[in-house]
């Protein structure tokens, strides 16, 4: 990755063995994706919400088929 991974996704993303594992099977594309709007954020907890938000998503999501549509919870409308 060409920017610097956010210490609170690090931290969120550890913490849970699932998680580490579905963000490492994702194109490297598509974890940019996840990643750049939570550098975005200035706030250390709103940046620790977001990435809980986007990686209990990615769980969600049926193994395989995951997508950035699956991360930003629009399957669930």
């Known amino acids: 990755m060409r920017f610097k991974v956010p210490e609170e996704f690090t931290e969120v993303i550890e ?3 699932e998680r580490r594992e579905r963000f490492d099977s994702l194109r490297m594309g598509v974890q ?16 620790i919400e977001k990435s809980i938000f986007f990686l209990e998503n990615l769980k969600r999501a ?14 669930l409308l």
């Open 15 to 17: 913490q849970d063995h």
């Open 32 to 47: 940019r994706a996840i990643i750049y709007p939570i550098i975005q954020i200035k706030s250390s907890d709103k940046k």
């Open 62 to 75: 049926q193994k395989g088929e995951e997508t950035m549509h699956h991360v930003l919870g629009k399957d």
